[in-house]
């Protein structure tokens, strides 16, 4: 008994410890990193293995081509300076450890200017700490979760930005768009009781739709059938269905609400966006069904898009996608960022990248708004039959 | 009263799969008193078993039916040689076969979860989906397709039971198993034996349940074992008709909370409906009351 109490008054001693030094080490001011020379480093921290490796191999073909392009056209001028960009890419493992090492990695020992990834918002969440250490900002190409740039009490996480919109932003955007293009007065919502996802989407629709709300219902991931809650719907007055949550039980409401003859469209967030949403509610039962993307070719939401879309599939002889369109813009913006603040100073950038006003990317034109979310377009798209039929860039 | 008629019908399809399921449980139960919580799992396996008997061999429907029921029949005859047979051999406590039990439904889960990824895919749509319209009411060519096959294979399993020699001979290990060898029965057989037709009944309730829903995937066996679970207890573990009567009855409340508005407390009124029972009627709705022998 008197080993087990020695053993915790010397755990609680070590971790007293470790605190006083982990917070004199935060009060030593980080002067942040520059990059020397005739090249500029940006850190490329990304899944390129494990569980989300599509996502980040699609977007780092988005980034190595920006960073191709930026250099064939001269580099990053800084100061009158001419100077190349130099991509040094980890890849994360789609694993929050060592997410964390190359992020330490990147910021500490490479010296790297500013960061780009990773994708997955779990992993970002991870990697910002070691970044933010080093003052060294982050740009997440990807990942939506609204409290990603917020800290607990709501300020701003001075390091950390994105390309990609929010969801709570998306389930504004969703809002307007059923009121005010599908003409819906009425809505039912059929949500995900297990996820943040779905509330903060909820929320926000709530929060922006001017009609009535005649239904919220909720299931819960996993399940496969829909039928009581639809039945019930089916009774009730509605123009529009809001769906907020991903493809797996998304393609499987499509599919009973047809079937039950629930005409009303159907609306949902980018988590419809995948194939398998198709295959599970059959292509004919995907009719009037509208979901939010962050990237058409077909819609473009600026003057830049066609020529980007034009040079890529020409280069690579296929169509660049959503994440691929995102990873392209995270490095313009990092470029933008240094060429008004006309410094590498990772610090420097921070503050250029918080500025960003009008920024024209391939996923939209953007600004930053206080806590470091790009406000842009939204791309909605429609199916009629399983087939794109539109794409509509809503702001 | 026309949407509760319709939600009725709902909770009465949603039920007979937990029907199915639940039989397995009941009978394993009353025969060796083991909760075969890997039960679930066999039902996953056979969906499994079905997707690729329908997208590989272009089986039709009823044949795929048939095989999958041999098949996880086969299955669920391995996994009591290899996971409980064992165990009960070496006369080890009865928690030890049900975590043992756990483990295999584990083991299930993530094997099955490694060898095809934890992603849903489309069950193939081997019957073409008819939706009828009876007066108010929608019913399709599959919910009438999943009651009559549940209807029938209870019917079956009843016939079974009762009236066969194996039957006979199941009834007997249930009563009092080394009395039953002693009159010459052979008991890991007639064991071996219900493990079949339960993993067997499990395994056309997962092909139903991929021809309803069209999505199948490794932890679909979850949530509906554990329902099917709750309805043979709450029919009385170990009874027959217990478990068909539980598994409707399940399927009914969680289709009721739908109807009126509280769809976030399904489960909740599940497990209250099972606390309820069990309070009134500790060994469930049909259970015998029977003390434990000293």
């Known amino acids: 008994m008197k080993r087990v109490k020695q053993l915790a008054a010397m755990i609680g001693l070590f971790s007293l410890m470790a605190i006083v030094l982990s917070g004199c080490a935060a009060k030593a001011k980080a002067t942040g990193n520059d990059s020397k020379g005739s090249e500029v480093l940006v850190g490329v921290n990304i899944e390129l293995s494990g569980s989300a490796a599509s996502y980040g191999q699609a977007t780092l073909k988005g980034i190595n081509y920006a960073a191709e392009q930026i250099n064939d056209s001269g580099g990053i001028k800084v100061n009158g300076k001419q100077m190349k960009l130099k991509l040094i890419t980890k890849d994360d493992t789609s694993n929050n450890y060592q997410t964390a090492m190359a992020s330490s990695n990147l910021a500490s020992s490479a010296k790297v200017s500013a960061i780009v990834g990773p994708c997955v918002s779990a992993s970002f969440a991870a990697a910002l700490p070691k970044a933010t250490e080093a003052a060294v900002p982050t740009v997440a190409p990807a990942g939506t979760a609204d409290t990603l740039t917020q800290k607990k009490d709501g300020s701003v996480q001075p390091d950390a930005f994105r390309t990609c919109y929010t969801d709570s932003y998306q389930g504004v955007i969703l809002a307007h768009y059923a009121y005010n293009d599908l003409k819906a007065d009425t809505v039912a919502i059929l949500g995900d009781k297990t996820s943040d996802y779905s509330a903060g989407l909820i929320k926000a629709f709530k929060g922006a739709y001017k009609g009535k709300i005649v239904d919220t219902q909720y299931y819960q991931a996993g399940d496969k059938d829909f039928n009581a809650t639809i039945t019930k719907l089916k009774n009730e007055k509605f123009k529009a269905l809001f769906v907020p949550g991903y493809y797996n039980e998304a393609g499987l409401i499509i599919k009973q609400a047809r079937q039950a003859g629930i005409k009303a469209a159907i609306l949902g967030p980018d988590g419809f966006s995948d194939d398998t949403l198709f295959k599970l509610a059959g292509k004919e039962n995907v009719t009037d069904v509208y979901y939010t993307n962050h990237f058409d070719a077909t819609a473009p939401a600026n003057d830049k898009v066609r020529p980007f879309v034009n040079s890529y599939k020409k280069k690579f002889k296929e169509e660049p996608s959503g994440f691929t369109a995102l990873g392209y813009d995270a490095v313009f913006m990092i470029k933008e960022a240094m060429e008004k603040r006309q410094s590498t100073n990772s610090i420097e950038v921070a503050k250029g990248l918080a500025e960003l006003k009008d920024f024209e990317g391939v996923t939209g034109t953007m600004t930053m708004d206080r806590l470091h979310n790009p406000k842009k377009d939204v791309i909605v798209v429609k199916f009629n039959h399983g087939v794109k039929v539109s794409a509509k860039a809503v702001r | ?294």
């Open chain 2, 1 to 294: 009263m026309q949407v509760f008629i319709q939600q009725i019908f709902n909770g009465i399809f949603l039920g007979s799969i937990y029907a199915l399921l639940a039989l397995g449980y009941t009978m394993v139960y009353g025969i060796i008193g083991l909760i075969n919580f890997a039960h679930g799992d066999v039902y996953m396996i056979g969906a499994f078993i079905g997707f690729y008997l329908i997208t590989s061999l272009h089986l039709n429907f009823w044949v795929t039916l048939i095989l999958t029921m041999a098949a996880c029949a086969l299955i669920g005859m391995l996994i009591e040689f290899l996971a409980y047979r064992p165990l009960r051999h070496h006369g080890a406590p009865k928690i030890t076969a049900l975590i043992t039990a756990i483990g295999v439904s584990f083991l299930l889960e993530n094997g099955m979860t490694f060898l095809f990824g934890g992603d849903s895919r489309p069950f193939p749509q081997a019957i073409k989906l008819v939706t009828y319209h009876i007066g108010f009411l929608d019913v399709t060519n599959i919910q009438i397709l999943i009651f009559v096959v549940a209807v029938a294979l209870m019917i079956a399993l009843q016939f079974i039971v009762q009236k066969t020699k194996m039957g006979r001979a199941m009834r007997a290990v249930s009563v009092d198993t080394e009395a039953a060898s002693i009159v010459g029965i052979k008991v890991d057989q007639t064991i071996s034996f219900t493990f079949a037709i339960g993993s067997a009944l499990a395994g056309a309730a997962g092909v139903l349940i991929g021809l309803y829903y069209n999505s199948i995937d490794p932890l679909m066996g979850m949530t509906p074992g554990i329902k099917a679970f709750i309805a043979a207890v709450v029919g009385g573990i170990g009874v027959i008709p217990g478990a068909a009567l539980g598994g409707w009855l399940i399927g009914l409340i969680e289709t009721l909370t739908y109807s009126i508005g509280i769809s976030s407390w399904k489960d909740a009124a599940v497990y209250a409906v099972l606390i309820l029972v069990l309070l009134v009627r500790p060994t469930g709705i049909f259970g015998k009351k029977e003390g434990e022998k000293v």
